[in-house]
C-alpha cells in the first residue's frame, strides 16, 4: 500500500547572542548558582537583546533549517508560540515576509511548551491530506519578556531561543514508508490552568502578563503525563521503546527529564539534554535540541526519534518520527 508521510529534511535552531549565568541573576534575586544547578541542571540561558523579537529568532532558526534541506522555500508556515510579536496577526506571517515566502498558508499555534509538538501534529496532518507538501515547523520564544524578574521560583528557569524542522511529502513504500513522521498523540487538562498561567491577556487585562506557576505541582504531573503519552505514541506506530534511538524532550528541568526516562527504562545516555546551557525555552526547547544533536551527528538518518513535552493548560504530547 502506499503510504504518504511527512519527513523530516532539514533542522536548525538559533539562540540570541547574550548568554546570563546563575551568578548574574543571582545578583538581582535572592538565589544561588548551587540552588539553581540542583533543583533544575541550569547553568546559563540566552536572553533576546532590546528590539530582538520572536519572529526574529523564528526567521532565523527557519533559514538555518531551509538552507539544511537545500530549500528557499514552503506552502506552510506554522510557528508555535506563547510569545508572538503581537496580539495579532500570526508571527508566522512576519516569518513568511522575512524569508520572501509568497502563498501557502502561515499561521501561529499556542499550546505554550507543547506548541512544537501541537504545530507538528498539524502540519504532518496537512501533509498527509494533501493540503500541503512541504511545512516549516517553528518553536520560537521571548519568555524573557513574560517574566516577573522579582519572581526567584519563575524568573531563574526561562531563556529564549528558536528551532525549526522543515518537513517535505514522501509517498512510498517499503523504506520510504517507514521514514518520517510515524505517530503523534496530544492532550490537554485545561482544570490544571491555575497550576501554569500567564496573568494577563488582550481581552482580560490588556497586557500580556507575567508567568505564574506552581512548579512543585506541575513537577508531580510531568514526569506520570510524559511516561504515558510516550508510551501511547509508541503503540500507534507500533513500536517499542527499544527501537527508539534518541528521546529528545522538552527541557524544564534535568531532574523531570531524569525521572521520565527512569520511568520508561530508557538509557540516560540516549537522552538530548539541553536545560544546561539553554534552560527552559518553551515550544523552542525540543527542537532547538533536535537541531543540536542532529548538527553535531548524533542523530542521523534513519535514526528513531522521540520527542515530547509539557506546558501550560495543561498540554501534553508526543511525535514519533524516523531521521
Ligand atoms: O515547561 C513547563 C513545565 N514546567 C515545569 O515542568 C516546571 C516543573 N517544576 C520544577 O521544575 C520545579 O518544581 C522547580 C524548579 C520550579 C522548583 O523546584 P522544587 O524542588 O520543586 O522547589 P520548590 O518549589 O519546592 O521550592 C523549594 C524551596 C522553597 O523554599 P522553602 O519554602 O522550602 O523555604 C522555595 O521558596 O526553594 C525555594 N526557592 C528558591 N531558592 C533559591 C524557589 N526558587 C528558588 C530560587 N533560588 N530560584
New binding site residues.
Given amino acids: 500500500m502506499t503510504v504518504r508521510r511527512s519527513v523530516i529534511v532539514g533542522s536548525g535552531g538559533y539562540l540570541p547572542e547574550r548568554v546570563v549565568t546563575n551568578d548574574e541573576?543571582a545578583r538581582r534575586?535572592?538565589?544561588?548558582d548551587e540552588?539553581?544547578v540542583e533543583?533544575?541542571g541550569i547553568r546559563s540561558r540566552h536572553i533576546a537583546a532590546e528590539g530582538e523579537f520572536t519572529s526574529h529568532l523564528a526567521t532565523a532558526a527557519a533559514r538555518r533549517a531551509l538552507q539544511n534541506a537545500g530549500m528557499a522555500t514552503v506552502d506552510m508556515i506554522v510557528v508555535a508560540t506563547a510569545t508572538p510579536d503581537e496580539t495579532f496577526p500570526a508571527t508566522a506571517t512576519r516569518v513568511q515576509k522575512a524569508l520572501g515566502i509568497d502563498g501557502g498558508a502561515a499561521f501561529d499555534v499556542q499550546a505554550?511548551?507543547t506548541g512544537f509538538i501541537y504545530g507538528l501534529s498539524v502540519a504532518d496532518n496537512a501533509i498527509r491530506c494533501g493540503e500541503a507538501d512541504t511545512a516549516l515547523v517553528i518553536g520560537a520564544e521571548t519568555f524573557s519578556r513574560i517574566l516577573d524578574w522579582d519572581d526567584?521560583?519563575?524568573?531563574?528557569?526561562f531563556g529564549d531561543g528558536a528551532g525549526a524542522v522543515v518537513l517535505r511529502a514522501a509517498e512510498g513504500v517499503g523504506t520510504t514508508a517507514d521514514t518520517g513522521i510515524l505517530a503523534h498523540k496530544l492532550h490537554a487538562d485545561g482544570r490544571q490552568h491555575d497550576l501554569?498561567y500567564a496573568d494577563g491577556g488582550p481581552s482580560t487585562t490588556g497586557t500580556a502578563g507575567v508567568v505564574r506557576?506552581e512548579?512543585?505541582k506541575?513537577?508531580r504531573h510531568?514526569v506520570e503525563n510524559l511516561a504515558g503519552v510516550v508510551t501511547e505514541t509508541l503503540a500507534a506506530a507500533g513500536l517499542a521503546l527499544a527501537d527508539v534511538d534518541w528521546l529528545v524532550p522538552?527541557q524544564?528541568?534535568i531532574?523531570?527529564l531524569d525521572g521520565t526516562a527512569k520511568k520508561l527504562g530508557f538509557p540516560p545516555d540516549r537522552v538530548v539534554i539541553t536545560v544546561d546551557h539553554h534552560a527552559?525555552t518553551?515550544a523552542a526547547?525540543v527542537p532547538l535540541a533536535l537541531a543540536e544533536a542532529v548538527a553535531d551527528g548524533r542523530i542521523r538518518p534513519g535514526d528513531v526519534v522521540l520527542m515530547e513535552?509539557?506546558?501550560?493548560g495543561f498540554t501534553w504530547g508526543a511525535c514519533l518520527a524516523r531521521m
Avoid: E, K, P
Fill in positions: 541573576l534575586v535572592d538565589t544561588s540552588w539553581i533543583r533544575t505554550v511548551c526567584r521560583a519563575t524568573c531563574v528557569l501554569l506557576m512548579g512543585r506541575v513537577f510531568a522538552h524544564a528541568n531532574r523531570i527552559n518553551s526547547s513535552a509539557m506546558g501550560g
